[in-house]
């Protein structure tokens, strides 16, 4: 079934560890972007990308790195995760088309 | 001050009731809004985009687009309980290609 794979699932992660979210998709989207989502807050953007090779800061980008070697993966990296790091994460590409999002079944992170 | 502003709710309305949820934005040149259904633990899924000024029916919702006021609404007519979500808004904003959402509005159909 094309789509948005995200990987892990869930995630416990003590406070300083490193942690790399995986994104893959296969619908051949140029652009992707990462999401965090809060209690309240709704999606916030973190990075995103409209091409393969090219990255952007989105609204909470401190404490987060991304990269976009292909055009179907977006890995998100914690380099060194923190507590307020905690929240469901979620990834979703574009076809450029319309406009609209089309998400993985994110990915729950808790940093203790 | 967020790029597109909701009100978080939650909304309640009478079961076949109109149900409508309102946001702002501040980038006039944004062109392209999205509203978006998300139930509990679930992923967002798209509902309506619209483009143009004006309303933009498909089924039981409209959306409305006003540019001058830099407001999109989206109406659900006939509100049943299995519209009980949170409601997102969200801007695409053309001066850098970011999609950037609301807080989101959360609805509650009560039968």
């Known amino acids: 079934i094309a789509g948005i794979t995200q990987a892990p699932t869930s995630q416990i992660l003590a406070a300083g560890r490193r942690m790399t979210l995986r994104c893959t998709q296969d619908?051949?989207?140029?652009?992707m972007y990462w999401y965090r989502q809060d209690l309240g807050l709704g999606l916030r953007l973190i990075h995103y990308s409209n091409t393969a090779g090219t990255t952007g800061k989105g609204e909470v980008p401190d404490g987060y790195s991304v990269s976009r070697a292909n055009t179907d993966d977006f890995p998100l990296t914690l380099a060194s995760a923190v507590p307020s790091q905690t929240s469901v994460y979620f990834c979703a590409s574009s076809d450029g088309i319309t406009g609209e999002l089309f998400f993985g079944e994110g990915s729950r992170l808790t940093v203790l | 001050q967020k790029e597109v502003e909701q009100n978080s709710g939650p909304l309640s309305v009478p079961e076949g009731a109109i149900a409508s949820l309102n946001c702002t934005y501040s980038d006039r040149g944004s062109q392209s809004f999205f509203w978006y259904r998300q139930y509990s633990g679930k992923s967002p899924e798209l509902i309506m985009f619209?483009?143009?000024?004006g309303d933009k029916e498909d089924g039981r919702f409209t959306a409305q687009l006003n540019k001058a006021s830099q407001y999109v609404s989206l109406l659900i007519r006939d509100s049943q309980p299995s519209d009980s979500a949170t409601y997102l808004c969200a801007m695409h904003m053309n001066r850098d290609d970011k999609i950037i959402f609301g807080k989101g509005t959360r609805l509650h159909i009560l039968p």
């Open positions: 619908m051949r989207h140029n652009a």
């Open positions: 619209i483009y143009s000024n």
